[in-house]
Protein backbone atom coordinates (compact mmCIF):
# COMPACT_ATOMS: atom_id res chain seq x y z
CA UNK A 1 0.00 0.00 0.00
CA UNK A 2 1.50 3.64 -1.17
CA UNK A 3 0.72 6.71 0.74
CA UNK A 4 1.01 9.80 -1.30
CA UNK A 5 2.45 12.63 1.76
CA UNK A 6 0.82 15.98 1.64
CA UNK A 7 3.28 18.70 0.42
CA UNK A 8 5.00 20.34 3.66
CA UNK A 9 8.08 23.31 4.24
CA UNK A 10 10.46 24.64 6.98
CA UNK A 11 11.40 22.70 9.94
CA UNK A 12 13.11 20.34 10.77
CA UNK A 13 11.92 16.68 10.32
CA UNK A 14 12.63 13.90 12.34
CA UNK A 15 15.89 11.46 10.96
CA UNK A 16 14.52 8.44 9.00
CA UNK A 17 16.12 5.98 11.62
CA UNK A 18 14.24 8.03 14.46
CA UNK A 19 11.07 7.64 11.96
CA UNK A 20 11.46 3.92 12.36
CA UNK A 21 11.72 3.67 15.92
CA UNK A 22 8.60 5.43 16.57
CA UNK A 23 6.78 3.25 13.93
CA UNK A 24 7.91 0.10 16.69
CA UNK A 25 7.14 2.32 19.35
CA UNK A 26 3.17 2.84 17.76
CA UNK A 27 3.06 -1.07 16.65
CA UNK A 28 4.55 -2.43 20.15
CA UNK A 29 1.39 -0.16 21.62
CA UNK A 30 -0.46 -1.54 19.36
CA UNK A 31 0.12 -5.03 20.34
CA UNK A 32 -0.54 -3.84 23.90
CA UNK A 33 -3.50 -3.06 23.44
CA UNK A 34 -4.52 -6.20 21.89
CA UNK A 35 -4.45 -8.53 24.40
CA UNK A 36 -4.79 -12.51 24.53
CA UNK A 37 -8.08 -14.00 24.47
CA UNK A 38 -8.39 -17.91 25.05
CA UNK A 39 -6.02 -19.84 22.77
CA UNK A 40 -6.59 -21.39 19.82
CA UNK A 41 -4.94 -24.76 17.81
CA UNK A 42 -3.18 -22.72 15.30
CA UNK A 43 -1.60 -20.41 18.45
CA UNK A 44 -1.73 -23.11 21.08
CA UNK A 45 0.41 -20.33 23.46
CA UNK A 46 -0.76 -20.97 27.18
CA UNK A 47 -2.83 -17.81 28.52
CA UNK A 48 0.01 -16.81 30.83
CA UNK A 49 2.53 -16.12 27.83
CA UNK A 50 0.46 -14.78 25.44
CA UNK A 51 -0.36 -12.51 27.90
CA UNK A 52 3.25 -11.74 29.08
CA UNK A 53 4.01 -10.96 25.39
CA UNK A 54 1.37 -8.06 25.15
CA UNK A 55 2.02 -6.75 28.71
CA UNK A 56 5.77 -6.63 27.66
CA UNK A 57 4.96 -4.74 24.60
CA UNK A 58 4.54 -1.81 26.78
CA UNK A 59 7.84 -2.14 28.48
CA UNK A 60 9.74 -2.19 25.12
CA UNK A 61 7.78 0.42 24.03
CA UNK A 62 8.64 2.49 26.92
CA UNK A 63 12.21 1.97 26.36
CA UNK A 64 12.22 2.31 22.77
CA UNK A 65 10.84 5.61 23.43
CA UNK A 66 13.30 6.82 25.63
CA UNK A 67 16.15 6.05 22.62
CA UNK A 68 14.69 7.75 20.27
CA UNK A 69 13.24 10.93 22.87
CA UNK A 70 16.31 10.92 24.96
CA UNK A 71 16.08 14.24 26.10
CA UNK A 72 12.02 13.74 26.77
CA UNK A 73 11.01 16.66 25.06
CA UNK A 74 7.17 16.76 24.33
CA UNK A 75 4.51 18.99 23.08
CA UNK A 76 1.46 20.33 24.46
CA UNK A 77 -1.70 18.45 24.64
CA UNK A 78 -4.98 18.99 26.11
CA UNK A 79 -6.25 15.83 24.97
CA UNK A 80 -3.12 14.24 26.42
CA UNK A 81 -3.23 16.50 29.06
CA UNK A 82 -6.82 15.85 30.53
CA UNK A 83 -6.29 11.79 30.12
CA UNK A 84 -2.94 11.85 32.19
CA UNK A 85 -5.28 13.87 35.03
CA UNK A 86 -7.83 10.92 34.14
CA UNK A 87 -4.46 8.37 34.83
CA UNK A 88 -3.63 10.14 37.98
CA UNK A 89 -6.85 9.97 39.59
CA UNK A 90 -7.37 6.01 38.78
CA UNK A 91 -3.74 5.18 40.31
CA UNK A 92 -4.55 7.64 43.67
CA UNK A 93 -8.22 5.12 44.08
CA UNK A 94 -6.02 2.11 42.48
CA UNK A 95 -3.32 2.18 45.27
CA UNK A 96 -5.69 2.81 48.06
CA UNK A 97 -7.19 -0.69 48.66
CA UNK A 98 -8.71 -3.11 46.63
CA UNK A 99 -5.64 -5.54 45.02
CA UNK A 100 -2.72 -5.61 43.23
CA UNK A 101 -4.26 -6.35 39.65
CA UNK A 102 -6.60 -2.93 40.17
CA UNK A 103 -3.02 -1.01 41.08
CA UNK A 104 -1.25 -2.69 37.99
CA UNK A 105 -4.16 -1.68 35.81
CA UNK A 106 -3.29 2.17 37.34
CA UNK A 107 0.29 2.10 36.68
CA UNK A 108 -0.24 0.45 33.42
CA UNK A 109 -2.34 3.41 32.06
CA UNK A 110 0.30 6.07 33.48
CA UNK A 111 2.89 4.20 31.59
CA UNK A 112 1.08 3.97 28.36
CA UNK A 113 0.48 7.58 28.91
CA UNK A 114 3.97 8.49 29.36
CA UNK A 115 5.05 6.66 25.70
CA UNK A 116 2.13 8.31 24.32
CA UNK A 117 3.50 12.22 25.65
CA UNK A 118 7.06 10.78 24.18
CA UNK A 119 5.86 10.23 20.53
CA UNK A 120 4.19 13.93 20.33
CA UNK A 121 7.11 15.99 18.95
CA UNK A 122 6.30 13.54 15.30
CA UNK A 123 2.90 14.42 15.67
CA UNK A 124 3.97 17.17 12.98
CA UNK A 125 5.63 14.67 11.30
CA UNK A 126 4.64 14.92 7.21
CA UNK A 127 5.56 11.68 6.78
CA UNK A 128 2.36 10.66 8.66
CA UNK A 129 4.23 8.25 10.66
CA UNK A 130 1.97 6.97 13.27
CA UNK A 131 -1.26 7.15 10.53
CA UNK A 132 1.30 4.80 8.46
CA UNK A 133 1.77 2.82 10.78
CA UNK A 134 -1.83 2.07 12.38
CA UNK A 135 -2.35 1.44 8.62
CA UNK A 136 0.30 -1.13 8.55
CA UNK A 137 -0.59 -3.16 11.74
CA UNK A 138 -4.74 -3.36 11.18
CA UNK A 139 -3.49 -4.91 7.36
CA UNK A 140 -1.16 -7.20 9.22
CA UNK A 141 -4.63 -8.31 11.06
CA UNK A 142 -6.46 -8.38 7.78
CA UNK A 143 -3.81 -10.65 6.56
CA UNK A 144 -3.80 -13.10 9.88
CA UNK A 145 -7.43 -12.79 9.63
CA UNK A 146 -7.46 -14.74 6.18
CA UNK A 147 -4.50 -17.15 7.08
CA UNK A 148 -6.32 -18.01 10.20
CA UNK A 149 -9.93 -18.96 7.70
CA UNK A 150 -7.78 -20.71 5.30
CA UNK A 151 -6.09 -22.98 8.56
CA UNK A 152 -9.19 -23.60 10.56
CA UNK A 153 -12.47 -22.57 9.09
CA UNK A 154 -14.35 -23.95 12.20
CA UNK A 155 -12.29 -22.19 14.76
CA UNK A 156 -12.40 -18.94 12.74
CA UNK A 157 -15.82 -18.49 12.06
CA UNK A 158 -16.91 -19.30 15.89
CA UNK A 159 -21.01 -19.64 16.99
CA UNK A 160 -21.49 -16.83 19.12
CA UNK A 161 -25.10 -15.33 19.78
CA UNK A 162 -27.21 -17.85 17.51
CA UNK A 163 -24.41 -16.62 14.48
CA UNK A 164 -20.81 -17.49 13.08
CA UNK A 165 -18.57 -14.92 13.80
CA UNK A 166 -15.61 -14.32 12.66
CA UNK A 167 -12.81 -14.08 15.25
CA UNK A 168 -8.63 -13.98 15.02
CA UNK A 169 -7.06 -17.54 15.63
CA UNK A 170 -3.37 -17.03 14.20
CA UNK A 171 -3.73 -14.40 17.29
CA UNK A 172 -6.82 -14.93 19.54
CA UNK A 173 -8.90 -12.18 19.15
CA UNK A 174 -12.95 -11.82 19.90
CA UNK A 175 -15.40 -10.87 16.86
CA UNK A 176 -16.03 -7.50 18.50
CA UNK A 177 -12.17 -6.89 18.63
CA UNK A 178 -11.93 -7.93 14.78
CA UNK A 179 -14.89 -5.69 13.98
CA UNK A 180 -13.41 -2.57 15.77
CA UNK A 181 -10.04 -2.83 13.52
CA UNK A 182 -11.69 -3.87 10.30
CA UNK A 183 -13.87 -0.78 10.19
CA UNK A 184 -11.23 1.48 11.08
CA UNK A 185 -9.12 0.08 8.24
CA UNK A 186 -12.30 -0.11 5.87
CA UNK A 187 -13.34 4.02 7.27
CA UNK A 188 -9.70 5.68 7.05
CA UNK A 189 -8.79 3.58 3.60
CA UNK A 190 -11.77 5.09 2.19
CA UNK A 191 -11.11 8.46 3.19
CA UNK A 192 -7.26 8.36 2.57
CA UNK A 193 -8.37 7.19 -1.38
CA UNK A 194 -11.34 10.10 -1.57
CA UNK A 195 -8.44 12.43 -0.74
CA UNK A 196 -6.34 11.44 -3.30
CA UNK A 197 -3.68 10.05 -1.14
CA UNK A 198 -3.48 6.22 -1.67
CA UNK A 199 -3.61 4.54 -4.80
CA UNK A 200 -6.75 2.88 -5.97
CA UNK A 201 -5.43 -0.53 -6.38
CA UNK A 202 -4.29 -1.15 -2.56
CA UNK A 203 -7.32 1.23 -1.60
CA UNK A 204 -9.70 -1.29 -3.12
CA UNK A 205 -7.76 -4.35 -1.95
CA UNK A 206 -8.01 -3.15 1.62
CA UNK A 207 -11.02 -1.47 1.40
CA UNK A 208 -13.02 -4.63 -0.30
CA UNK A 209 -10.79 -7.41 2.46
CA UNK A 210 -11.63 -5.17 5.40
CA UNK A 211 -16.04 -4.59 4.52
CA UNK A 212 -16.22 -8.48 3.93
CA UNK A 213 -14.34 -9.26 7.09
CA UNK A 214 -16.32 -6.59 9.16
CA UNK A 215 -19.35 -8.02 7.67
CA UNK A 216 -18.21 -11.92 8.74
CA UNK A 217 -17.99 -10.74 12.40
CA UNK A 218 -21.83 -9.79 13.05
CA UNK A 219 -21.28 -6.49 15.18
CA UNK A 220 -23.79 -4.02 14.44
CA UNK A 221 -22.12 -1.44 16.64
CA UNK A 222 -18.98 -1.12 14.37
CA UNK A 223 -20.91 -0.93 11.42
CA UNK A 224 -22.87 1.55 12.56
CA UNK A 225 -20.06 2.89 13.65
CA UNK A 226 -18.31 3.25 9.80
CA UNK A 227 -21.26 4.55 8.36
CA UNK A 228 -21.68 7.53 11.32
CA UNK A 229 -17.59 7.90 10.68
CA UNK A 230 -17.66 8.11 7.03
CA UNK A 231 -20.26 10.49 6.75
CA UNK A 232 -18.27 12.95 9.42
CA UNK A 233 -15.48 12.78 7.93
CA UNK A 234 -16.92 12.24 3.99
CA UNK A 235 -18.90 15.71 5.03
CA UNK A 236 -15.31 17.35 6.24
CA UNK A 237 -14.46 17.05 2.72
CA UNK A 238 -17.52 17.52 0.90
CA UNK A 239 -16.90 21.15 -0.99
CA UNK A 240 -12.93 20.30 -1.13
CA UNK A 241 -13.07 17.24 -3.51
CA UNK A 242 -15.16 16.62 -6.12
CA UNK A 243 -14.53 13.14 -5.95
CA UNK A 244 -16.16 13.57 -2.65
CA UNK A 245 -19.55 14.67 -3.95
CA UNK A 246 -19.41 12.06 -7.06
CA UNK A 247 -19.28 9.19 -3.87
CA UNK A 248 -22.02 10.67 -1.94
CA UNK A 249 -23.89 10.56 -4.89
CA UNK A 250 -23.07 7.27 -6.04
CA UNK A 251 -23.64 6.16 -2.28
CA UNK A 252 -27.19 7.72 -2.74
CA UNK A 253 -28.23 6.31 -5.98
CA UNK A 254 -27.17 2.73 -4.05
CA UNK A 255 -29.43 3.20 -1.13
CA UNK A 256 -31.83 4.27 -3.74
CA UNK A 257 -31.80 1.22 -6.12
CA UNK A 258 -29.95 -1.35 -3.86
CA UNK A 259 -30.51 -1.18 -0.28
CA UNK A 260 -34.17 -0.21 -0.26
CA UNK A 261 -34.94 -3.15 -1.72
CA UNK A 262 -32.61 -5.49 0.23
CA UNK A 263 -34.16 -4.07 3.87
CA UNK A 264 -35.72 -7.15 4.90
CA UNK A 265 -32.70 -8.83 4.77
CA UNK A 266 -30.59 -6.66 6.00
CA UNK A 267 -33.10 -6.15 9.46
CA UNK A 268 -32.68 -10.31 9.53
CA UNK A 269 -29.14 -9.99 9.54
CA UNK A 270 -28.57 -7.15 11.72
CA UNK A 271 -31.61 -9.14 13.95
CA UNK A 272 -28.57 -12.66 14.16
CA UNK A 273 -31.38 -14.29 15.32
CA UNK A 274 -31.79 -12.74 18.08
CA UNK A 275 -35.73 -11.90 20.19
CA UNK A 276 -37.14 -8.76 20.50
CA UNK A 277 -36.43 -8.59 24.13
CA UNK A 278 -32.69 -9.24 23.74
CA UNK A 279 -32.42 -6.65 20.95
CA UNK A 280 -34.56 -4.56 23.64
CA UNK A 281 -32.29 -5.23 26.44
CA UNK A 282 -28.93 -5.01 24.27
CA UNK A 283 -28.23 -8.33 24.48
CA UNK A 284 -28.74 -8.27 28.43
CA UNK A 285 -26.10 -5.40 28.79
CA UNK A 286 -28.82 -2.97 30.24
CA UNK A 287 -29.03 -5.54 32.75
CA UNK A 288 -25.63 -5.35 33.91
CA UNK A 289 -25.36 -1.16 33.55
CA UNK A 290 -28.28 -1.30 35.85
CA UNK A 291 -26.21 -3.51 38.65
CA UNK A 292 -23.52 -1.11 38.11
CA UNK A 293 -25.65 1.93 39.11
CA UNK A 294 -27.31 0.01 41.93
CA UNK A 295 -24.07 -0.70 43.95
CA UNK A 296 -23.59 1.31 47.25
CA UNK A 297 -20.50 2.69 47.78
CA UNK A 298 -19.57 5.67 49.32
CA UNK A 299 -19.48 9.15 47.90
CA UNK A 300 -15.69 9.44 47.24
CA UNK A 301 -15.75 6.29 45.17
CA UNK A 302 -19.07 8.05 43.23
CA UNK A 303 -17.02 11.02 42.24
CA UNK A 304 -13.12 9.40 42.07
CA UNK A 305 -14.64 5.75 41.30
CA UNK A 306 -13.37 2.15 42.64
CA UNK A 307 -10.08 1.63 41.17
CA UNK A 308 -9.39 0.22 38.04
CA UNK A 309 -11.06 -3.14 37.49
CA UNK A 310 -11.24 -5.32 34.38
CA UNK A 311 -14.44 -3.66 33.49
CA UNK A 312 -16.58 -6.38 35.21
CA UNK A 313 -19.27 -5.66 37.37
CA UNK A 314 -18.11 -5.67 41.32
CA UNK A 315 -19.76 -6.04 44.49
CA UNK A 316 -22.72 -7.51 43.71
CA UNK A 317 -22.57 -10.99 44.51
CA UNK A 318 -21.19 -14.80 43.30
CA UNK A 319 -24.25 -14.39 40.36
CA UNK A 320 -23.10 -11.11 39.20
CA UNK A 321 -19.22 -10.12 40.39
CA UNK A 322 -17.37 -10.64 36.82
CA UNK A 323 -20.15 -9.62 34.26
CA UNK A 324 -18.88 -7.13 31.96
CA UNK A 325 -19.98 -3.48 31.28
CA UNK A 326 -19.56 -3.20 27.84
CA UNK A 327 -20.36 0.48 28.28
CA UNK A 328 -17.36 2.72 28.40
CA UNK A 329 -19.19 5.71 29.63
CA UNK A 330 -20.54 3.14 32.61
CA UNK A 331 -17.27 1.03 33.11
CA UNK A 332 -15.65 4.85 33.58
CA UNK A 333 -18.35 5.73 36.80
CA UNK A 334 -17.62 2.56 38.70
CA UNK A 335 -13.96 3.00 37.60
CA UNK A 336 -12.90 6.36 37.68
CA UNK A 337 -16.28 8.22 39.21
CA UNK A 338 -18.11 10.80 37.90
CA UNK A 339 -14.85 12.97 37.60
CA UNK A 340 -13.75 9.99 35.15
CA UNK A 341 -16.47 10.49 32.94
CA UNK A 342 -16.59 14.55 32.92
CA UNK A 343 -12.96 13.58 31.79
CA UNK A 344 -13.78 11.82 28.76
CA UNK A 345 -16.25 13.93 27.69
CA UNK A 346 -13.99 16.84 27.70
CA UNK A 347 -11.81 14.97 25.83
CA UNK A 348 -14.36 14.83 22.81
CA UNK A 349 -14.82 18.18 23.49
CA UNK A 350 -11.46 19.65 22.69
CA UNK A 351 -11.05 16.81 19.78
CA UNK A 352 -14.31 17.66 18.24
CA UNK A 353 -13.51 21.34 18.60
CA UNK A 354 -9.86 20.99 17.18
CA UNK A 355 -11.23 19.03 14.29
CA UNK A 356 -13.53 21.80 13.44
CA UNK A 357 -10.98 24.68 13.82
CA UNK A 358 -8.46 22.66 11.68
CA UNK A 359 -8.24 23.35 8.06
CA UNK A 360 -9.98 21.11 5.73
CA UNK A 361 -7.73 18.14 4.67
CA UNK A 362 -7.49 14.06 4.74
CA UNK A 363 -5.75 14.26 8.33
CA UNK A 364 -9.01 16.49 9.28
CA UNK A 365 -11.67 13.53 7.71
CA UNK A 366 -9.84 10.76 9.24
CA UNK A 367 -9.51 12.62 12.48
CA UNK A 368 -13.05 13.61 12.47
CA UNK A 369 -14.09 9.71 11.26
CA UNK A 370 -12.06 8.38 14.30
CA UNK A 371 -13.58 10.17 17.06
CA UNK A 372 -17.05 9.79 15.68
CA UNK A 373 -16.51 5.93 15.41
CA UNK A 374 -15.13 6.12 19.06
CA UNK A 375 -17.69 7.76 20.50
CA UNK A 376 -20.32 6.04 18.72
CA UNK A 377 -18.76 2.23 19.47
CA UNK A 378 -17.91 3.51 23.20
CA UNK A 379 -21.75 2.80 24.07
CA UNK A 380 -21.52 -0.82 23.55
CA UNK A 381 -17.59 -1.18 24.00
CA UNK A 382 -15.37 -0.60 27.16
CA UNK A 383 -11.80 1.02 27.02
CA UNK A 384 -12.23 4.61 27.10
CA UNK A 385 -10.84 5.09 30.79
CA UNK A 386 -8.10 2.50 29.96
CA UNK A 387 -5.24 1.80 27.38
CA UNK A 388 -6.72 0.28 24.92
CA UNK A 389 -7.47 0.64 20.95
CA UNK A 390 -9.48 3.85 21.94
CA UNK A 391 -7.05 5.48 23.48
CA UNK A 392 -4.70 4.53 20.32
CA UNK A 393 -7.18 5.63 17.75
CA UNK A 394 -8.25 9.13 19.94
CA UNK A 395 -4.28 10.33 20.01
CA UNK A 396 -4.07 9.40 16.32
CA UNK A 397 -6.93 11.87 15.86
CA UNK A 398 -5.20 14.32 17.96
CA UNK A 399 -1.89 14.02 16.34
CA UNK A 400 -3.62 14.22 12.61
CA UNK A 401 -4.95 17.56 14.14
CA UNK A 402 -1.59 19.32 14.25
CA UNK A 403 -0.28 21.30 10.83
CA UNK A 404 2.03 18.74 9.65
CA UNK A 405 5.89 20.25 9.44
CA UNK A 406 6.54 21.07 5.71
CA UNK A 407 9.67 20.35 3.41
CA UNK A 408 10.37 21.70 0.04
CA UNK A 409 11.32 18.21 -1.10
CA UNK A 410 9.58 16.52 -4.14
CA UNK A 411 6.55 14.54 -2.53
CA UNK A 412 7.35 11.04 -2.20
CA UNK A 413 5.08 7.73 -2.66
CA UNK A 414 5.98 5.84 0.44
CA UNK A 415 4.70 2.77 2.10
CA UNK A 416 1.60 2.87 4.30
Same mark, same amino acid.
Given at each position: ?17 ? $? ?8 ? /???? $? ?5 ? $???? &? ?22 ? +? ?15 ? =??? *? ?21 ? @? ?33 ? /? ?22 ? =? ?8 ? !? ?16 ? *? ?15 ? *??? !? $? ?67 ? @???? =? ?19 ? +? ?27 ? +? ?15 ? &? ?10 ? *? ?14 ? &???? /? ?15 ? !? ?8
Amino acid at each position: MMLTLAAGSSQEVPADRS $TRRVAAVWAL /LFVN $TIGFAKP $TTVL &PLPHKVGQLVTQGALVAALILALT +VNRKVVVRGSWFLGLYT =VLG *ITSVMMSVRFVSLGTAYRGFRLM @TFLAVLWLLTPWWRDRRWVLLRTQLLVLTIILVSL /LIGIMISPSQAFALNYNSARLNGV =VWPMTAPQVA !HYMAELTGVTILLWLSGM *IRRRPALLLIGGGAVAL *IAT !H $TRTALGGLLIGLLMGGASLFFAKRRIRKAFAVCLVVILTIVLPLLPLITSWLERGQSAKSLQDLSGRTK @TWAL =VFSESRPETNKILGSGMTNDG +VINQGPGSNGLPIDNSWIATYQNQGIVGC +VLEAFMFFVLLLAALLS &PRGPGRAVALFL *ISYCLFASYTDTGMGE &PSIY /LLDLTLAASLLVPRTRS !HQKDALLPA
